[in-house]
T-cell receptor
């Protein structure tokens, strides 16, 4: 009965490959997010999706593309992986359409290692 | 845009002592200030939050204070226990704006 779940938990891959990370929330929330946490623990938002519409894209390279088949799922596709993409990626969700001022609930994270 | 600073970056306390973590923000429009705890290998978990119409909020051993004029807010943990050891993040946001997180504080509670 995990609220926000992500798969896989660990992902090890070679440079140049394409990979996906899946996220699902069973909270009935309207908005979902992807965050990147680097080795220094900085948490930075990448994308925000509300009801299948992208509402924020924080200057992330276009090799990263979020895909939302429905409002309970937000998957992250990464093309042509680079060494600098190695990080922990967190999915999160919040109840309402206007994400500002709204509590966000985080998934357990996916540790991506690019060799 | 919003900028959130957080101090200290690391904090060690003896079990039973209090711990205080401070954050400052730059955007006076920010009106929501959550605190998250991240344990090793896990995602951030909300532990307490405060909105700009409130100056202080308490939940058992955890309290948060907000000074809107000075644009700073603080997390207070009393009677610390070893299980309080984690990385703590503050954040600030307002309507229509992203969360902006502070850089985190690694708290170690020594037995």
């Amino acid at each position: 009965d995990t609220a926000v779940s992500q798969t896989p938990k660990y992902l090890v891959t070679q440079m140049g490959n394409d990979k996906s990370i899946k996220c699902e929330q069973n909270l009935g929330h309207d908005t979902m997010y992807w965050y990147k946490q680097d080795s220094k623990k900085f948490l930075k938002i990448m994308f925000s999706y509300n009801n299948k519409e992208l509402i924020i894209n924080e200057t992330v390279p276009n090799r990263f593309s979020p895909k939302s088949p429905d409002k309970a799922h937000l998957n992250l596709h990464i093309n042509s992986l680079e060494l600098g993409d190695s990080a922990v990626y967190f999915c999160a969700s919040s109840p309402h359409r206007d994400s500002g001022g709204d509590t966000q609930y985080f998934g357990p994270g996916t540790r991506l290692t690019v060799l | 845009g919003e900028n959130v600073e957080q101090h200290p970056s690391t904090l060690s306390v003896q079990e039973g002592d209090s711990a205080v973590i401070k954050c400052t923000y730059s955007d006076s429009a920010s009106n929501y200030f959550p605190w998250y705890k991240q344990e090793l290998g896990k995602g951030p978990q909300l532990i307490i939050d405060i909105r700009s119409n409130v100056g202080e909020k308490k939940d058992q051993r955890i309290a948060v204070t907000l000074n809107k004029t000075a644009k700073h807010f603080s997390l207070h943990i009393t009677e610390t226990q070893p299980e309080d050891s984690a990385v703590y993040f503050c954040a600030a946001s307002s309507r229509g704006q992203n969360f902006v997180f502070g850089p985190g504080t690694r708290l170690s509670v020594l037995p």
